[in-house]
C-alpha cells in the first residue's frame, strides 16, 4: 500500500535560451519596485547586465557572494538592502550567491528572484546552510524557498569546463540520495531518473562537442529536477559526509561531491540494491557506483580527495564528526565504513560492484 508526504511547493519556475529577457515582467509580477542584485565578485559583470535590465528598480549591485554564506557577509548586505527600502533581491549566479539571496530575503521577508548559473539546485529548495565561527548550521523553512527562479541556459555557456564537470555531478548526486531516501515516494523516484537520464546524457553530448546548447540545456533541465529531489526528501550518508569535509576542511562544494559520489554509492550499494538498479538503468550501464567514477573520469574531473587538499591524517577526525549525529541512511553508518570509505576516495581508488546485500540502519 502507498503511503507517502508531499509538500507542494509554491514557486515559479521560467526556463529557456533567453529566459533573463523577461526578469522586468516577473519583477512586475512580483509587485518589486526595487531590488537589490547580487552576484559573487566573478560575476560581477553578468550581474551588471541584469541590473541594466532592471534599469531604476535596481537601487544596488553587491558582488559580495562567497562560498558558505558567511553570516558577517550576509550582515553588511542586509545593512544596504535595509538602507534602500529594497522590496526585492534578486541572486546572480551559483549556490553561493543563491544562499546569500536566502539568507537576507528570509530574514527580512522580501521577495527573492534567482537566475541560476551553475547545476547546484540551491534555487529548489527551502534549505539554507549557513556558517558563523566557522561551525556551519544547515535550516529549512517554507519562506526560504525562492519565489521566482529565471532558468537561462544561455548563462551556463560561460561555466569553466571544471566547474562544469563537477556541478553536473553534485546535480546527479542530489538524484542519487533521492531515490534510496526513505521519504521518497514514487513521484521522486521518477524525478531522480529523469534528472539523472538528463545529466548524464546531457554531459556525454558535451563531451562530445563542448559547444552544444542543446547539451547545456539538459544539464540545466536536469539541475532543476535534481534540486527539486533535494528539496523534496532526506538526504544520507553521501550529502552528510560532503557536508562535513566542506564544512570542517574547507573542501570545495562541488568537486567534494564529485570525489565522494562513487564511493558513498559503493558503500550504499549492497542496502539499496533497486536505486542502484534504476541508477545503472538511468545510465545505461550495468554497475552505477564505477560508471559514475568512470564518466568523471573521462570527463577530467577530480576523482581523489587528496588532489583537493585533503590528507591521511584528517580521516579520524573527518569519520567522527560523520557519525556524530543520526540520519537515515539505507545502510548502517559507523566510524569504520566510513573510515575506509574516505581512505578509497583518498587515491581515488577503483569502485568495484560489491556482492550481496546487507541490512539498513
Ligand atoms: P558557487 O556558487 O560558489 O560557484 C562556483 C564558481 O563559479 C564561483 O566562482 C562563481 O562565480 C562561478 N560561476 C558560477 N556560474 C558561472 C558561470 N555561468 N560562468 C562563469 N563562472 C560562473 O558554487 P556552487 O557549486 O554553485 O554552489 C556551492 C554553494 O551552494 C555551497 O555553499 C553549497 O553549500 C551551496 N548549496 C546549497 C544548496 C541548498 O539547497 N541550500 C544546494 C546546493 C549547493
Not at 558567511?70 to 542586509?78: A, D, G, N, Q, S
Not at 556558517?131 to 555557456?157: A, W
Not at 568537486?255 to 550499494?269: D, K, Q, R, S
Request: charged share 15%; aromatic share 4%.
Amino acid at each position: 500500500m502507498r503511503s507517502f508526504v508531499h509538500q507542494a511547493q509554491a514557486q515559479r519556475i521560467v526556463f529557456g535560451v533567453g529566459a533573463i529577457a523577461s526578469i522586468g515582467a516577473e519583477l512586475d509580477r512580483m509587485n518589486v519596485g526595487s531590488a537589490v542584485v547580487l552576484s559573487t565578485r566573478g560575476q560581477a559583470q553578468l550581474a551588471g547586465r541584469l541590473a541594466g535590465l532592471l534599469g531604476d528598480r535596481a537601487v544596488a549591485q553587491l558582488p559580495v557572494a562567497v562560498p558558505h554564506t558567511p553570516v558577517e557577509v550576509t550582515e553588511r548586505t542586509l545593512a544596504v538592502v535595509r538602507g534602500h527600502q529594497a522590496d526585492a533581491v534578486v541572486s546572480v549566479g551559483g549556490g553561493s550567491t543563491t544562499g546569500l539571496g536566502k539568507a537576507v530575503a528570509s530574514r527580512l521577508g522580501i521577495k527573492h528572484l534567482v537566475v541560476p548559473t551553475t547545476y547546484a539546485g540551491s534555487e529548489v529548495t527551502p534549505v539554507l546552510g549557513e556558517t558563523s565561527g566557522g561551525e556551519k548550521t544547515t535550516r529549512s523553512s517554507p519562506d526560504i524557498l525562492p519565489d521566482t527562479v529565471l532558468y537561462d541556459v544561455q548563462l551556463t555557456t560561460t561555466l569553466p569546463w571544471s566547474v562544469t564537470v563537477t556541478s553536473a555531478v553534485n546535480a546527479v548526486a542530489h538524484a542519487v540520495e533521492a531515490l534510496y531516501a526513505t521519504d521518497a515516494s514514487e513521484q521522486t523516484d521518477e524525478l531522480a531518473v529523469e534528472a539523472i537520464g538528463s545529466l548524464v546524457s546531457g554531459l556525454r553530448a558535451l563531451r562530445s562537442d563542448r559547444d552544444s546548447i542543446d547539451a547545456r540545456d539538459q544539464l540545466l533541465f536536469g539541475a532543476w529536477l535534481a534540486g527539486r529531489c533535494l528539496g523534496a526528501v532526506g538526504m544520507g550518508l553521501h550529502h552528510k559526509l560532503c557536508h562535513t569535509l566542506g564544512g570542517a576542511f574547507d573542501l570545495p562544494h562541488a568537486a567534494t561531491h564529485t570525489v565522494v559520489l562513487p564511493f558513498a554509492m559503493a558503500y550504499n550499494e549492497p542496502a539499496a540494491p533497486a536505486a542502484m538498479s534504476r541508477i545503472a538503468a538511468a545510465m545505461d550501464t550495468d554497475h552505477a557506483p564505477s560508471a559514475v567514477q568512470s564518466l568523471v573520469r573521462d570527463l577530467g574531473g577530480p576523482t581523489a580527495l587528496r588532489d583537493l587538499g585533503f590528507a591521511d591524517a584528517d580521516i579520524g577526525r573527518a569519520a567522527d564528526l560523520a557519525v556524530a549525529h543520526a540520519y537515515p541512511n539505507p545502510r548502517a553508518v559507523t566510524r569504520a565504513g566510513v573510515a575506509e570509505l574516505l581512505h578509497r576516495a583518498l587515491d581515488g581508488d577503483p569502485v568495484r560492484p560489491t556482492s550481496g546485500t546487507v541490512n539498513g540502519g
